[in-house]
C-alpha cells in the first residue's frame, strides 16, 4: 500500500486534502504541528479529523516558530478583523508566518524519508491564497526538487518523491464540494485565527470570512455556523 | 551592516563558518537547535562559540525529531565505534537524521526573513560529508533556489537570498586551519555523538575519528585532547 504524509492543521482545506489521499487509496501519515500558536483548537480538530477519516497514524511535532517572531499567529499582535476581500488582496497578511510551508514540508520530508512515503500532501491553495509566498506553484515544484536532492531516497536512486497539492487551483466553494464528496465531516474542522475559549469561531477574522464566503459560494450550510 | 543567520551546532566546522562570516564583516545571527539529541553537551558548546566569536544574537529553537525517530542521534540505538574511514564512507551513516539540514535550513530561512538577512551560513562540508545526502552542492543550490520563492523577499523582488558553504570543499585539516586564522576557539567546540556525562569526548566515535584525522592532518593539536 503506498504510503503518503498529510500535513493537517485541522482547517477545511488540509481535512479535503486527507480525504482525497484516503480516497486514492494511501496508507495515510498525517502530520499537525504545535508551534506555539495561541489557540488549541486546530490541534484537538487535527485529531478529531484524522480520526474520523482513518489516518494510518497522526503525529504532532512541537516546533517553536515564536523564537523568531514575526507573525499575529504567534506573537502578541492583534489579529485583523472585518477586512474586506480587497483588504485581504492588498499584500501579505500579518497573520504569515514565516518560511511556514518550508518548515512544514521540511518535516514531512524527514517523516516521508523514516515511513519511506513516496508522497507529501499538502492543501496549499493558490486562488484564495491571500499573498502568501509559500502556496504558490512554483514554490511547491521548487520545494519537490530540493526534497528529491536532500535525502537517502536522492541518493541512492530509489522512487522519486512528490509533493502533490490537490486544492492548489480550486476555489474555496470547490474544494467545499471536493471535501463533502471525499467523506469530510467540516463540523469537525477548524478554521478561526480567534476563537473563543470555548472554541466557537469568531466570526471575523479573515479565515473566519474566507470559509463563510467559500460555504455561502457553494451553497451549503457551515455545520459549525448554528 | 549585512546581516547572516549563521546555523551554529557547536562543532568545528559550524564555529569556523560563523568566525568567517564575522570577518567578512556580518552582523551574525547564529541559531542552535535543540532537536532531542541525547547529549546537551553541543548546545553547551555552541552557547560558548557565539559569546566567544562575538554573533550579535543568539538562538535556540526546539524541535522534536524524535517523533519520527530513525537515527542514533535521537533514538536508542547504539553510536557506532572504532569504524575505519572506508566502513564510514560505505553508505549513510545510522547517525543520519532525516532531513536535518533540510530543516535546519527552513528555520534559518524563517529568522532570515524575520531579521532581513539576505545570507544564510551553514557549514556543510561534501568532503567528509560521510554519506550525508544534505551536504551536498546540489542539494544547497536547490535549497537556495526554494528559498527565493518561499518568502515574502521573493514576492516583492527584494534582494536574492544566498546560502554560503565556505567550508564545502575544504578537508578538515583546511577547515581547522582556516578556523585558527578566523580566531576560532576549537577548546569550546564540541564533536562526539557519544559524550561522558562530564562533557569528555568519547574519542572513539566517527565524528572524534575525524577530528583526530583533521587535527593530524593540520599538524596541530586539538585543545580538547590532553
Not at 484516503?22 to 500558536?37: H, I, K, P, V, W
Not at 510551508?101 to 496549499?124: C, D, H, P, Q, R
Not at 526538487?145 to 536532500?150: I, V
Not at 536522492?154 to 471536493?178: C, D, N, Q, S, Y
Request: net charge negative; with cysteine.
Amino acid at each position: 500500500m503506498a504510503r503518503a504524509i498529510c500535513l493537517l492543521s485541522g482547517g477545511l482545506d488540509s481535512a479535503t486534502c486527507l480525504a482525497v489521499a484516503r480516497r486514492e487509496g494511501f496508507e495515510t501519515y498525517a502530520l499537525s504541528f504545535d508551534y506555539g500558536q495561541r489557540h488549541r483548537q486546530e490541534l484537538a480538530a487535527a485529531e478529531r479529523v484524522a480520526a474520523h477519516l482513518g489516518a494510518h497514524a497522526h503525529r504532532v511535532a512541537r516546533i517553536d516558530l515564536r523564537v523568531f517572531g514575526g507573525s499575529a499567529l504567534t506573537d502578541e499582535i492583534e489579529v485583523p478583523k472585518h477586512r474586506s476581500a480587497s483588504e485581504m488582496d492588498a499584500g501579505i497578511p500579518i497573520t504569515y508566518v514565516p518560511a511556514r510551508n518550508t518548515i512544514f514540508l521540511s518535516f514531512a520530508l524527514a517523516w516521508a524519508e523514516v515511513v519511506e512515503a513516496e508522497t507529501i500532501f499538502i492543501g496549499v491553495n493558490a486562488v484564495d491564497y491571500s499573498g502568501y509566498p509559500d502556496c504558490r506553484p512554483a514554490f511547491i515544484q521548487a520545494f519537490e526538487q530540493m526534497a528529491n536532492l536532500a535525502t537517502k531516497t536522492g541518493v541512492e536512486g530509489r522512487t522519486k518523491l512528490a509533493v502533490r497539492t490537490p486544492l492548489i487551483e480550486l476555489t474555496k466553494a470547490e474544494i467545499i464540494h471536493l471535501g463533502l464528496s471525499a467523506g469530510v465531516d467540516f463540523g469537525l474542522t477548524h478554521s478561526c485565527y480567534d476563537p473563543a475559549p470555548n472554541g466557537k469561531p469568531c466570526g471575523q477574522c479573515d479565515s473566519c470570512l474566507l470559509r463563510a464566503k467559500g460555504f455561502a459560494e457553494a451553497g451549503v450550510a457551515d455545520p459549525l455556523v448554528p
